[in-house]
């Protein structure tokens, strides 16, 4: 037990310090996640042996992660799973689970017929939506039309290889599977129908809920937690991963309040960011053995690219394929197909899974939640060069820079900026030219250019004082 509070303490202590190392970086280019593994791998038992991983320690892990994927699950919408992008989305992760397999096969390290070559092949089609949400909200892009996208195809990139783990890895029979998964399934179904006719009839049990959210008794944070250790028990009672019960909870929440809850949602981060979804990739770091990735870097970096390849690909060709999405630059569809490129949380479910079925060593399991890791730090950081790149004039930026290379950072800034309003002025080009015709003697690229300044006018008339007009009334 003493061992237990002093890793516990720890752990505390390298989540409090970790925002401030992420925020002493001028413009936050590092996550604050890629600090907690960092910081969880040196106080883990490879490296100073601060941290002990025991039963206790694990427990909270897993609910750490139960909290990562409820948030994920809620946060989610519907349409992004069922409109014409996520339906894009799930195309396009198929295509991606095919090639991974394919890539297995041709691996000799693994095999395509074992769990540890079926957990390698849903590893490298996993997006980690739930750690992605956080950081586009930081970064102010989840409402844009880039977020959007990352959603709609990240958030199967989560979903999908939840149940194919649930299919593919389980060890009975694959009728079983399907009977447990289609009964589990049921059973969700069930908890959603129940309190939302409640709420619906407005019974007794439901406004007691209500009318004590905010007193010491705290009944809604008290009742979305019994959802989430519920569903997860559940869960664990099939012998399913936990993941599939904590994403069930999210959805089920979201079901239940489609409006949303301002104040649960406040409680509900406040209990899993400040507690248990740091301490979650804390132990996660801790996990990763050092040495096995020094023993092996080639399946570290051969991962990582392989990532790429299964990934980032085929969703930077669906994007550009798509009749919603053919329109963007190369450097927008670059930025969702990098933040979709991002694994970490189910690669470490995947491989738990193969290393308790003994189908996997844990050295190996370590390189590969390390490739996961990596990829929280390198991906979002390209992504936010390619973001701040979109739409932007680059070889008058690249002048620019040269000249001043100190300004690198407000010039891109600058020059996407009026990269977006020349953007928005093709749009509405298009639709005048129909309607009156396209100014004559002029280019595409001038009509462009004099309608971005007209509107910059036009916004610096609006901003001036309106003087009326007429003499001037004098005192007699």
């Not at 930077?316 to 990098?338: C, F, P, Q």
């Not at 100190?406 to 309607?435: F, N, S, V, Y």
């Amino acid at each position: 037990m003493t061992v237990d509070f002093i890793s516990l303490a720890v752990i505390t202590l390298a989540a409090f310090l970790c925002p401030l190392f992420a925020a002493a970086i001028p413009g936050k280019p590092i996550s604050e996640t890629v600090f907690l593994l960092i910081v969880g791998m040196v106080c883990g038992p490879h490296v100073l042996g601060l941290v002990t991983l025991s039963d206790s320690v694990d427990l909270l892990s897993e609910l750490g992660l139960a909290f990562l994927f409820l948030l994920a699950g809620y946060e989610i919408d519907p349409k992004s799973i069922i409109g014409p992008d996520g339906k894009r989305g799930l195309a396009t992760w198929c295509i991606s689970i095919l090639a991974a397999f394919g890539v297995v096969m041709l691996w000799p390290a693994f095999s395509v017929n074992h769990i540890d070559g079926i957990a390698v092949a849903i590893a490298l089609t996993t997006t980690a939506i739930g750690t992605l949400l956080p950081i586009l909200e930081e970064r102010e892009i989840l409402p844009t039309r880039i977020g959007q996208a990352v959603v709609a195809y990240g958030t199967w990139g989560e979903l999908a290889p939840v149940l194919a783990m649930t299919l593919l890895l389980s060890t009975r029979a694959e009728w079983r599977t399907i009977l447990v998964l289609v009964v589990f399934l049921a059973l969700a179904v069930l908890v959603a129908v129940v309190p939302k006719r409640a709420r619906d009839a407005g019974g007794r049990v439901f406004r007691f809920v209500q009318n004590n959210a905010e007193t010491n008794s705290q009944m809604l944070v008290r009742t979305v937690t019994m959802l989430l250790v519920g569903l997860t028990a559940l869960a664990e009672i099939f012998d399913l991963d936990i993941v599939l019960g904590a994403f069930a909870a999210g959805f089920i929440l979201r079901y239940v309040i489609p409006e949303g809850s301002e104040a649960m949602e406040g409680k509900l981060r406040a209990i899993g960011y400040g507690f248990f979804i740091p301490l979650f990739f804390i132990v996660s770091g801790a996990k990763i053995d050092v040495t096995a990735i020094v023993a092996n870097p080639v399946l570290l970096v051969v991962f990582i690219g392989l990532l790429l390849v299964v990934r980032a690909l085929p969703i930077y060709l669906s994007l550009t394929t798509s009749a919603t999405t053919r329109d963007m630059d190369v450097n927008e569809k670059l930025t969702i197909a990098l933040y979709c490129t991002t694994a970490l949380p189910l690669i470490v479910a995947v491989t738990t899974v193969a290393v308790n079925a003994e189908a996997m060593t844990q050295a190996t399991s370590s390189v590969l939640v390390a490739a996961g890791g990596i990829t929280v730090l390198i991906m979002p950081l390209l992504a936010s060069l390619t973001f701040r790149a979109a739409n932007a004039d680059l070889t008058e930026a690249a002048r620019e820079i040269k000249k001043d290379p100190h300004r690198t950072a407000q010039i891109l800034r600058q020059h996407r900026k009026l990269g977006q309003q020349r953007h928005q002025a093709a749009k509405r080009a298009k639709t005048e030219d129909k309607q009156h015709g396209a100014v004559p003697g002029l280019t595409q690229e001038e009509s462009l250019t004099l309608e971005v300044n007209e509107s910059g006018k036009r916004k610096e008339h609006a901003k001036r004082p309106v003087r009326h007009r007429g003499k001037a009334k004098t005192k007699r």
